[in-house]
């Protein structure tokens, strides 16, 4: 369990209401704890979700779908949406397949701390198959390719993990989270087999009724009284919401339980306007998040609306919000090369795509109206441009679009795409997701990644590896020892967090400095437009006014990238199809060219970087070192090679 200091700083980042709301939160578990008895529950289902002619499904969507259900029913997963791992047929509810680790446990899961597991078993390979993305496309296969089979084996699959898995005891009753994300599941399972079955009597039919109400009462009653808030809430609570929002609508008689239509719709626009910055940014400072989160409020909104409990003005809020949103990660997202920032686990809501592997992608795809990238949004969900509106950002001189709430601008300068980051660390009193990547700066070349954010790692597994690329010392930021930007208390919780930098222009370029207990780091980007197109990088920093002091930047390339040092002050960086040339200033004192040369292992951090959620590799990197009273320029100039 976590030790008294890690409760005193978390205790620190609660106001009083959610002391108060913690308090309730124990005598909920207490109650709950001893709970066997259900009300009468009517399950006549709603109109919601209405699906789409399975006649017009495009052929890219029915090989995918066929395909995936060959392979889940033969028991290979994808967690994370990348990693490929082989599972039981139905899987073993309570085994960490990544670590080859099982924890069974008979107790109660409010006595139970998911956060820290026996034998080196991490929760998030225990919850992946518990999100039962393998049984919503095995349904999908059975409604979409009339295969009767995919559908038995999917409620195979749910039937054992509610042998398996009583409520409210065990690891998968430890999160509100992923009860919600389940009942996402299961109503559009129930969907997918019940107009398969054509709503009759047959054996699918028989079998959905039992597990409706073993699975549907405990989930629901769970989720909405166990629900986060305060300093938690974040991602978690819209996935609660859009769970009970789901189920609610298809199921009325849910309503029973506490969670109403009406209620919820009053929840969901709080939230939707409270995670998405008024610029469409996500609060969390994590961009997976922000496609995670904006599904789950689209998929509320979208089941509310159908059962006719959103209001016309509520409508409107949450379609704005959420076409500004859209447009944020449209403009600040690569889908070639895609690299995020902050914190994320490659989670997804809901399999509307050809490829799990290039989820965000094919939202991407869909948001820009590309039909053919994103075949099966387009087919699920009709073009994103029916649906929401998406206004254009801000374009400040110099081409650079700003989004002020978030704290980002990014730049489209002829075959370069340039992002940096002047937002606050992360969401909130604890910062959860956030890095310390203010003043970051990434590049991309005709569509290939060419500097990056190190990217995320694990969450629980390798506190070590998470910290380490969360940290100043990895991201491109000027980075000096004397300055604390804030400090780690536990998984998701910072302390003495650094204020929010400060940003402006001066003509075309973009000033970020950071001011701390009387210091100051400084960084200026000013695009490059004469005969090779770049961008020109000066950092500073201020020990106190008028004094300079050490720091140190580290540049950070992409995988597969091939470095070299052609000058005493010049490197070449290839990648792909797209070569840069790299001129430092002669305010430098020191220029370390690092490249993995095959031997480095998992454990070494050195140039360790992580494309996805719980993948790592190595890559090439450049640092600079500046020491005071030098003299010259600490000025970086990336040309296009």
Not at 136 to 150: E, K, T
Not at 373 to 390: E, K, V
Request: hydrophobic share 40%; proline share 6%.
């Amino acid at each position: 369990m976590p030790n008294a200091k890690w409760y005193w700083h978390r205790l620190r980042a609660m106001g009083p209401g959610e002391v108060a709301l913690r308090l309730r939160k124990k005598w909920y578990e207490f109650r709950d704890a001893k709970r066997i008895q259900w009300p009468e529950i009517d399950f006549s289902t709603s109109a919601y979700p209405k699906l789409p002619d399975t006649s017009v499904a495009p052929e890219s969507v029915r090989a995918a779908v066929q395909f995936d259900a060959e392979r889940i029913a033969s028991g290979q997963l994808r967690f994370y949406g990348h990693l490929e791992v082989a599972v039981d047929t139905p899987p073993n509810w309570q085994r960490d397949y990544q670590a080859g680790v099982d924890v069974p446990t008979g107790k109660c899961a409010f006595e139970l701390n998911h956060r820290e597991l026996p034998s080196g078993a991490a929760i998030k390979p225990l919850w992946e198959p518990s999100r039962w993305y393998g049984p919503v496309r095995l349904a999908q296969a059975c409604w979409l390719m009339s295969n009767q089979r995919s559908g038995e084996h999917a409620l195979d699959w749910l039937e054992d993990w509610v042998e398996n898995n009583p409520p409210f005891k065990g690891w998968h009753w430890t999160s509100a989270l992923e009860t919600g994300m389940r009942l996402v599941a299961f109503t559009w399972i129930d969907a997918f087999l019940t107009a398969f079955d054509g709503g009759g009597e047959g054996d699918l039919a028989k079998r959905l009724t039992k597990l409706r109400e073993q699975i549907l009462m405990p989930h629901v009653w769970f989720t909405w009284r166990h629900r986060s808030f305060g300093s938690s809430a974040n991602n978690h609570l819209l996935g609660e919401i859009s769970g009970l929002a789901l189920a609610v609508s298809r199921w009325p008689g849910l309503a029973k339980l506490g969670p109403t239509p009406a209620r919820l719709a009053a929840m969901l626009e709080r939230e939707t306007l409270a995670q998405f910055h008024a610029d469409g940014g996500n609060f969390e400072q994590a961009l997976n998040y922000h496609f995670y989160s904006w599904e789950f409020c689209w998929e509320a909104a979208q089941a509310l609306d159908a059962v006719g409990e959103l209001a016309v003005s509520r409508r409107e809020r949450i379609h704005g919000r959420l076409g500004k949103s859209a447009r944020f990660f449209r403009e600040v997202q690569v889908p070639s090369a895609p690299w995020d920032y902050g914190d994320s686990d490659d989670a997804y809501v809901c399999p509307w795509f050809v490829d799990e592997t290039k989820a965000a992608r094919e939202w991407w795809q869909w948001i820009a109206g590309d039909e053919e990238q994103s075949a099966f949004y387009h087919y699920m969900r009709g073009r994103f441009a029916d649906s929401l509106p998406m206004s254009e950002s801000k374009v400040e001189q110099g081409g650079w679009s700003v989004f002020p709430e978030t704290g980002f601008v990014v730049n489209s300068l002829g075959h370069w795409k340039a992002r940096v980051d002047f937002s606050p660390l992360g969401s909130g009193s604890m910062a959860a997701h956030g890095h310390l990547d203010a003043q970051h700066l990434s590049l991309w070349l005709k569509g290939q990644a060419m500097v990056i954010d190190p990217g995320t790692g694990d969450y629980h597994g390798n506190p070590q590896l998470r910290n380490h690329l969360a940290s100043r010392e990895v991201h491109n930021g000027p980075c000096a020892e004397s300055v604390s930007l804030a400090k780690r208390e536990g998984p998701f919780l910072w302390g003495g967090i650094h204020p929010r930098p400060l940003w402006s222009f001066d003509g075309e370029i973009l000033e970020v400095e950071m001011r701390i207990d009387g210091s100051a780091l400084s960084r200026t980007v000013k695009p490059l437009a004469d005969d090779r197109e770049g961008w020109l990088v000066r950092d500073a920093f201020e020990q106190q006014l008028g004094q300079a002091g050490a720091f140190t930047v580290h540049w950070q390339f992409a995988p597969e990238s091939l470095v070299e040092r052609v000058g005493e002050r010049l490197f070449r960086v290839v990648s792909g199809t797209a070569e840069i040339t790299i001129e430092i200033g002669d305010g430098w004192t020191g220029a370390e060219l690092w490249q993995p040369d095959g031997s480095e292992t998992k454990g070494d951090l050195d140039g360790i970087v992580s494309p996805r959620f719980m993948k790592t590799t190595h890559a090439p990197y450049l640092k600079l070192a500046a020491q005071p009273g030098g003299g010259g320029e600490f000025t970086t100039s990336f040309l296009a090679g």
